[in-house]
């Protein structure tokens, strides 16, 4: 058999394109001992994969050039040399972009199928699901009659990150770039309200309207203009977790994201801007996978997927996620 990967040609200046992966076939890998073959079913793409393309210094390690795009995988083990997984075994691991692939075993997560879709263990109980909840829960720490405000909210993080305030009671107001998506977080997901900002000319006043009481917490997954709008309007005492920046992902080396200065405001409030990573939960992902699973099975929790399938396809899913096209998770059905 023949494996398929995408490996990253070349670090893109601005926004990635085509040109900037590259596909390779070779034979499929062995696996050693402790270690199981894995055959692909989901691959995820997410917007955090922009900034590992660059060689800037972050809190991960930049992707090499000429390697594998590294990515969360749910996919099913097809050999085994280890005692933990057996052939059939449904897995999760950072697997990468391809359709084979060989990890240690005590590195795989093995997956209930009776709990959860397959692909529910890359989005609503899995990274995009445990970013919302230790997000929001551990800086956001929204309370009953709070107004919380959501920036690209009918995505993979925000949608589940406003039905989590909603839960804890508070108003949730989300920022999304459509009407389809706006009447989903509204129609849907319970938002007591939800902006367009696409079609929104003056987003403070826009704001204003759907926050008479201010603003208490915001979970920014965008910033740029839409954050400078919503700080303008936090109350005493605010907390702003800071997920993602979507907007300045794709800046040339030559331009500079550039706003207003914060830190007055902060400062006149006494507020809280928090930025945080999912890693820095290892130790309590047990906690917040419980939470999500009891609220999903409940009825409290609902998601969306935007699945392209196609290993082929993998590049414009990732692409067309800056495009804004996707509601809530975006992946690719491989397998």
Do not use: H
Not at 113 to 138: C, N, R
Not at 207 to 216: E, I, K, T, Y
């Amino acid at each position: 058999m023949m494996n398929r990967k995408i490996l990253l040609r070349s670090r893109p200046q601005d926004w990635p394109t085509e040109e900037t992966f590259e596909f390779k076939e070779e034979p499929v890998p062995q696996p050693g001992e402790g270690q199981v073959l894995v055959r692909s079913i989901y691959l995820s793409v997410d917007p955090y994969m922009r900034g590992r393309m660059s060689a800037a210094k972050s809190y991960t390690e930049p992707y090499r050039i000429g390697e594998v795009i590294e990515g969360g995988v749910v996919g099913e083990v097809v050999e085994s040399r280890s005692d933990k997984l057996k052939p059939g075994d449904k897995v999760l691991g950072l697997l990468g972009w391809q359709l084979y692939g060989v990890a240690d075993a005590d590195k795989l997560r093995k997956l209930d199928e009776q709990a959860a879709p397959l692909s529910a263990y890359l989005g609503v109980i899995g990274m995009t699901g445990l970013t919302a909840y230790f997000g929001l829960m551990d800086i956001g720490k929204p309370k009953a009659g709070e107004t919380v405000v959501v920036s690209g909210a009918a995505g993979a993080v925000g949608s589940i990150v406003g039905q989590i305030a909603k839960i804890q009671g508070a108003r949730v107001v989300g920022i999304a770039g459509s009407d389809d998506k706006t009447a989903w977080l509204t129609e849907e997901l319970g938002f007591d309200a939800a902006i367009n900002y696409k079609t929104t000319t003056n987003m403070q006043e826009a704001l204003a309207r759907a926050c008479p009481q201010g603003v208490d917490v915001y979970f920014d997954n965008v910033g740029g203009e839409i954050s400078d709008a919503v700080i303008s309007q936090i109350n005493d005492y605010a907390r702003i977790a800071l997920c993602g920046a979507i907007s300045a992902y794709n800046y040339s080396s030559d331009e500079a994201d550039v706003g207003p200065r914060v830190f007055i405001k902060l400062i006149k409030t006494r507020s809280l801007m928090k930025g945080f990573v999912l890693a820095e939960y290892m130790d309590r992902l047990p906690e917040g996978a419980r939470k999500l699973g009891e609220w999903l099975s409940a009825g409290k929790l609902k998601y969306e997927e935007t699945i392209i399938e196609g290993f082929d396809r993998v590049p414009e899913a990732f692409l067309e996620l800056f495009k804004g096209s996707n509601i809530g998770k975006m992946l690719v059905k491989v397998g």
